[in-house]
């Protein structure tokens, strides 16, 4: 019999909090793209580079421990109420975080702050345009 899935809430909570402190530095790096003139950035992209490894590590803890859950049984699992919901919350944030850094990459690219060997590629701003091409070929 596997361990009970005792760690997941608790490396849920500790991943939804990691993703809280995304959150914030994403909005005070779209409140400094608002400012004119725009102040320095390059605090806020260490901070994000600092938060990146650590995510990182978060993740792998989460897909270790989602092994025992899988495994676990749906008696064991109930015991657990609050997991779905801390996923749920964890999903809606990172959707929002997704969203608010894509404007901040817009922001920067209209401000002209993105070197040119960074800037994406035209097709990403499309994002259909993986869909159209198998409608095309009829795959």
Request: overall charge positive; glycine content about 4%; some cysteine.
């Amino acid at each position: 019999m596997n361990p009970p899935p005792t760690d997941i809430t608790t490396l849920l909570r500790q991943h939804l909090d990691l993703c809280q402190e995304v959150l914030l530095v994403i909005e005070q790096e779209g409140q400094a793209l608002r400012q004119d003139p725009v102040p320095p950035l390059a605090a806020l992209q260490k901070t994000k580079k600092d938060l990146l490894p650590r995510l990182n590590e978060s993740l792998d803890a989460i897909r270790r421990q989602r092994v025992q859950w899988q495994a676990a049984s749906p008696a064991e699992r109930a015991r657990h109420t609050d997991a779905p919901a801390l996923l749920q919350r964890t999903q809606d944030l990172v959707m929002k975080i997704i969203v608010l850094d894509r404007g901040n990459e817009q922001a920067l690219l209209r401000r002209g702050m993105i070197p040119m060997r960074e800037l994406p590629a035209a097709n990403r701003q499309r994002p259909h345009y993986v869909a159209g091409l198998y409608q095309r070929s009829g795959v």
